[in-house]
């Protein structure tokens, strides 16, 4: 949907370990988001961008930084993994405010 | 912290019955309103949305109904068929400014033949 492409698909990683996952669109859509999905929390979002090189915090941001250098790719990287950062790792954009967000197919991340 | 919620976690319901399903939301000042779904191993896929100046929405066998007084959301669907099976949310956007949409836990619909 929209073009979005999560890479990888899924990944195993060690604690202490960086970690970057990448979202790439073909939609040229302005909004780009990260959103972590876990049982019993639903999907929160991690950062999102409004513009190249125009990023914010969103409700669960600690541990995690973005990059956006082009419009097509987003950018989310783990400094330092966590345990508690095993979960399903949404990519969705949009192209104006206040419209359907559309979602990539996820990445899974186990951190051991 | 304000969020959106569902009153059930599961609906299971006959093939061919009418579906309903609920959502509470918490802030008053939220606008713009989204229903989800999503199949196993999928991310969530668009189904309809509907903005605070409306009530009522409909789109190919979904409606959404948007109460404003008791700050209530449900996503009603006619004729449900076996690929209607999946996890619901609904998502309200709660910042003016930036979309920063705030997801429900999920209600799973299953459907029985």
């Known amino acids: 949907d929209a073009g979005i492409t999560q890479s990888p698909r899924h990944k195993v990683t060690e604690t202490g370990t960086p970690v970057t996952l990448r979202c790439h669109q073909t939609e040229n859509h302005r909004y780009m988001y990260w959103y972590r999905q876990d049982p019993g929390h639903g999907l929160r979002l991690i950062h999102y961008s409004y513009g190249v090189k125009d990023t914010d915090k969103g409700e669960v941001s600690d541990g995690y930084s973005v990059s956006r250098s082009k419009t097509e790719d987003f950018l989310l990287t783990l400094e330092s993994a966590t345990s508690s950062q095993t979960s399903v790792y949404f990519c969705a954009t949009n192209r104006v405010y206040n419209s359907p967000l559309h979602f990539g197919n996820g990445t899974r991340l186990t951190v051991t | 912290g304000e969020s959106v919620g569902l009153h059930l976690p599961t609906l299971s319901v006959q093939e061919g019955d009418n579906s309903i399903i609920n959502c509470a939301y918490s802030n008053s000042a939220s606008d713009y309103f989204i229903w989800y779904k999503q199949e196993s191993g999928k991310g969530p896929q668009f189904i309809i949305d509907i903005r605070s100046n409306m009530d009522k929405r409909q789109g190919q066998r979904v409606t959404v109904l948007l109460n404003k007084t008791v700050k209530h959301l449900s996503l009603q669907i006619a004729a449900t068929q076996p690929g209607d099976s999946a996890v619901y949310f609904c998502?309200?956007?709660?910042?003016?400014?930036?979309?920063?949409?705030?997801f429900g836990q999920g209600t799973r619909l299953t459907i029985n033949p």
């Open positions: 998502a309200e956007n709660i910042s003016e400014g930036a979309q920063k949409l705030v």
